[in-house]
């Protein structure tokens, strides 16, 4: 034991200057023995639930995590009023196949599209049209006329980042809307976007496009778009009746929440850290982003539980309505230059709570190098894929500020098996997969913290 | 598009000789898109079952494997006769609480260890003595005697090789009864071995040591040993009763299931892949180890789906027992010395069926620089670790006849949530981990194949 000690103290410094792996080592292991974070995540999954801008349980959460940096010490806390969107989805919700050959009349398993309008209660009764993207629509011009546009584009199963196999199919579903209805179709329907075959539904944010008729839209699962497809091959003039009561309200005062510690060398100079309190309706937003929120509050946390005082500030965020506007994320973009804050980072944590295995990161190139001849503290971590460019979606509107932008990248095999469903519960996420993210955000704010990114 | 085809046709081949990205692509392609392996895993899981040694369960996994193999049109498909110990877990299952001032009588969720005698109908009531290593009873000594000595060891939560800390803390349950009865001991309770707080009591093996009485030994989960240790820390003479019909009967005859493809130039020079068909009692055997049985036989049927005909000799290996008795790994060692047989390379999937983060090796440094060497074709597939030196327990027999041996190593942090207990059944296995395993061990198998170790 003593030879062992020895050794560490006399361990080369290197190529890194300072030399940051022991206090790298005490962050990760306090996260694995001694965080709060999955205790955290299970209040805020189980105690207040789903958290859809403009909710009851948004407030609440709103609450839960200012109380919980309050609790922790944090320099300052405070809230930073944003208008965000009210879309509620309403009761009812139906996809029936009416009139099949083979099943005669099937409910479909449908979650409505967030932001999408509702048909109200007369529904859409209507002809089914199965197309597999955008330019089959544009393709079939006027024959969508009328009828219900079904989206059956797949995500491609061969992409190992799966995130670039949602980025392809996703558009479907935030544009398919807008591009049926230009001309004249009722009403679309989306596959899902995951690789599973399942019967679970998943919701997702559409957009519709200016100037352009809104028409309603909904997801069915994989399961039953592999059927209905099937169905559609034999038999002409299939149609569906839809029904959902969803609308967007007046938008609604709203809040991102953010704590400080303050730095001791340049308290002018800021690394902000952060996730999005918000989530859908369906589920508690486990992953999506439960989990990268009380990863981000665990970073402020640890710093104070460990004593380490910061050089620059650290600013933890819970931003407001990533999932259907991104208006937290804009409005803090907007008082940053507004009040001239110098921000040398900005860090998110929205891809998940699986095991972390990297950092996507934008902006200069000798800042990316940096970030990535820090690989070898991270390596007896499991962490290793330094290479993804990329940020944050709620950071993202800090780019033209030239902020340099971070996301944490956690293994994305199984994320589109939870990603807006009933699903993403806190039962999916692992405690250990949590407490190693936590810790990876941790030691990578520390480290730019310490070292800078120039 | 044909820019980018120009371009992947001059490639330079750089250090690895001939360029085998193509068909590393293809066999991931292959096994994302076109798995069987998920649908076999469900099936050998859900249709047959738990399939502990001696078992009926084991017999039809045997036979259900065999006929995969044939389906598949391996060249060869043979059993080879082992024979395995036969113990059974009998019907009741009892760890009381007695006497307890705090909670009265209370049951504990319990699972005997496997291998372990049972206390026959009369059972054991006797004082609990906590100890937290075997080091401890040692120091106790004859104090032990007469009691039920309950090994409450923690697996050590900030190694992130989980199974580092299961290396530590699994002496207690292998060896905890052998050292305690050596003092006069009862019988043990062992804390359960997995870094959760739970309900779920964790079987497992232990090892009788020669002439050194036998005692009964029990598992508890986390949660009920954490319960124990306080009302021990608050009571001295907290007693319980244990009860559990478990014996270990004579040996039963049972096989190693062998799939080959023969090699086209070195038909005679063997690469030997596979995982154990034998499971605990308890849960489906899911991680351990069908999947790895799964992924092994995609080795093979890949092999022939994308018409590589490999130089040397595939062979797909079921194990049989390496739960309780390494039989089937110790037998195919012993054939293959007898007949003279050269395995080249001994590759092995035993760690779970969760994402795959790369390979352990043991053997000449020249074959593990050559392993590293192929680091770049894995790292699009996220499989980045070649640095651990170690190899599967049921090709380890193979190592004094020289055998490179490795073991594929998927992300461990979630591995003890499951092992040897009830939740190990197939709804804990992602398909997509599934399969990238299989890639993972088909594209080791290939390069083996294509480039030799030397």
Request: net charge negative; with cysteine.
């Amino acid at each position: 034991m003593k030879k062992a000690l020895f050794l560490i103290l006399f361990l080369p410094v290197g190529v890194f200057g300072q030399d940051h792996t022991a206090m790298i080592k005490k962050i990760y292991d306090h996260q694995l023995s001694e965080s709060p974070a999955y205790e955290n995540l299970r209040a805020l999954c189980k105690e207040i639930g789903p958290r859809l801008s403009g909710s009851p349980q948004a407030a609440a959460a709103v609450e839960y995590t200012r109380q919980l940096m309050l609790d922790y010490g944090f320099d300052t806390v405070y809230l930073q009023p944003v208008m965000v969107p009210k879309w509620v989805r309403g009761s009812t919700e139906i996809a029936r196949i009416t009139n099949s050959d083979k099943v005669g009349t099937r409910e479909l398993r449908t979650v409505a599209l967030g932001n999408s309008v509702g048909t109200g209660p007369a529904g859409i009764l209507a002809e089914v049209v199965e197309v597999k993207s955008i330019e089959e629509v544009n393709a079939l011009g006027k024959a969508v006329a009328g009828k219900i546009v079904f989206y059956n584009g797949e995500m491609d199963p061969t992409l190992v980042n799966t995130f670039q196999a949602y980025g392809s199919a996703v558009v479907q579903r935030a544009y398919g809307a807008s591009e049926a209805g230009k001309f004249g179709a009722k009403a679309v329907i989306v596959r899902s976007m995951t690789n599973r075959r399942d019967d679970i539904p998943h919701t997702g944010s559409l957009v519709y496009k200016p100037l352009m008729p809104q028409i309603p839209a909904l997801a069915i699962s994989t399961n039953d778009a592999d059927l209905l497809s099937d169905l559609l091959q034999d038999q002409k003039g299939l149609k569906m009746y839809v029904e959902t009561h969803c609308e967007m309200q007046e938008d609604v005062l709203s809040y991102n929440v953010i704590g400080e510690i303050k730095g001791a060398e340049y308290p002018e100079e800021i690394i902000v850290v952060g996730g999005h309190l918000d989530s859908w309706d369906v589920g508690e937003g486990a992953h999506d982003d439960g989990g990268g929120c009380m990863m981000s509050i665990e970073v402020g946390r640890t710093f104070l539980a460990l004593g380490i005082r910061p050089k620059h500030t650290i600013r933890i965020v819970m931003f407001m309505n990533e999932e259907n506007g991104l208006r937290g994320g804009k409005e803090y973009a907007r008082v940053a230059k507004e009040k001239g804050e110098k921000h040398i980072a900005g860090l998110e944590s929205d891809s998940g709570a699986f095991g972390p295995m990297g950092f996507s990161s934008m902006g200069e190139e000798t800042s990316r190098d940096k970030i990535k001849s820090w690989k070898p503290y991270f390596l007896p971590y499991f962490v290793w894929n330094f290479d993804k460019v990329g940020s944050g979606a709620d950071i993202s509107p800090l780019e033209d500020q030239g902020v340099f932008l971070m996301e944490m990248e956690p293994n994305p095999q199984k994320y589109f098996n939870y990603h807006h469903t009933e699903a993403d519960v806190f039962e999916a996420v692992d405690k250990r997969e949590l407490e190693l993210g936590a810790g990876t955000m941790t030691a990578m704010t520390y480290l730019i913290d310490q070292e800078g990114l120039k």
